[in-house]
T-cell receptor, first 114, second 118 residues
Framework: NAGVTQTPKFQVLKTGQSMTLQCAQD?????MSWYRQDPGMGLRLIHY???????DQGEVPNGYNVSRSTTEDFPLRLLSAAPSQTSVYFC?????????????FGNGTRLTVT | AQKITQTQPGMFVQEKEAVTLDCTYD???????LFWYKQPSSGEMIFLIY??????QNATEGRYSLNFQKARKSANLVISASQLGDSAMYFC???????????????FGQGTILTVHP
């Protein structure tokens, strides 16, 4: 079982460029989410989805888009990268209906915007 | 207002001793879940332990236990017999199960860096 797979592991962008962070899970989890981790701020939720075709905003959605066309994939798009988006990005998933189930995390993408 | 507060930016413990990492939370939802994660220097997020708001007993998982004090809204992580490999960042997180569903989002605290000395 691969679990949650994120690509790429590292990325450097110039200000204004766009890119997509990929996330795929093979556990048939309904719930998927994107977090960013910045020093001293813990993990903050960007966007989440409770199933294919359903997405919603988290705490820090500005500058990011998501879509969920399949259960497995939940890509995160940066529309026009800014230095403030330099961060480590985590994708995570879990099954719905099980209150005790934790989020399963990918290994993260370290993004630098210059 | 912060939903999850971890007041200890850094903690030090001697190998083989026990250590408590503090976590307080704020919610008006009667149904919620509390989670602890470990993040070693390699960066991955590792789930450690879960406590449900209706659970009568404190959760335990091996050397990890959760000291759940519902009235005080605290969910402290206790690590017994610390090992060098326990050195990492530890995050407390809460999911509010609004309406009794499990659709709630997970909110994280700022984290505590634990250093275990030999």
């Amino acid at each position: 079982n691969a679990g949650v797979t994120q690509t790429p592991k590292f990325q450097v962008l110039k200000t204004g460029q766009s890119m997509t962070l990929q996330c795929a899970q093979d556990m048939n989890h309904e719930y998927m989410s994107w977090y960013r981790q910045d020093p001293g701020m813990g993990l903050r939720l960007i966007h989440y989805s409770v199933g294919a075709g359903i997405t919603d905003q988290g705490e820090v959605p500005n500058g990011y888009n998501v879509s969920r066309s399949t259960t497995e994939d939940f890509p995160l798009r940066l529309l026009s990268a800014a230095p403030s988006q330099t961060s480590v990005y985590f994708c995570a998933s879990r099954p719905l209906g099980d209150f005790s189930s934790p989020l399963h995390f990918g290994n993260g993408t370290r993004l630098t915007v210059t | 207002a912060q939903k999850i507060t971890q007041t200890q930016p850094g903690m030090f413990v001697q190998e083989k001793e026990a250590v408590t990492l503090d976590c307080t939370y704020d919610t008006s939802d009667p149904s919620y879940g509390l989670f602890w994660y470990k993040q070693p220097s390699s960066g991955e997020m590792i789930f450690l332990i879960y406590q449900g708001s209706y659970d009568q007993q404190n959760a335990t998982e091996g050397r990890y236990s959760l000291n759940f004090q519902k009235a005080r809204k605290s969910a402290n992580l206790v690590i017994s017999a610390s090992q060098l490999g326990d050195s990492a960042m530890y995050f407390c997180a809460m999911r509010e199960d609004r309406g009794g569903t499990s659709y709630g989002k997970l909110t994280f605290g700022q984290g505590t860096i634990l250093t275990v000395h030999p």
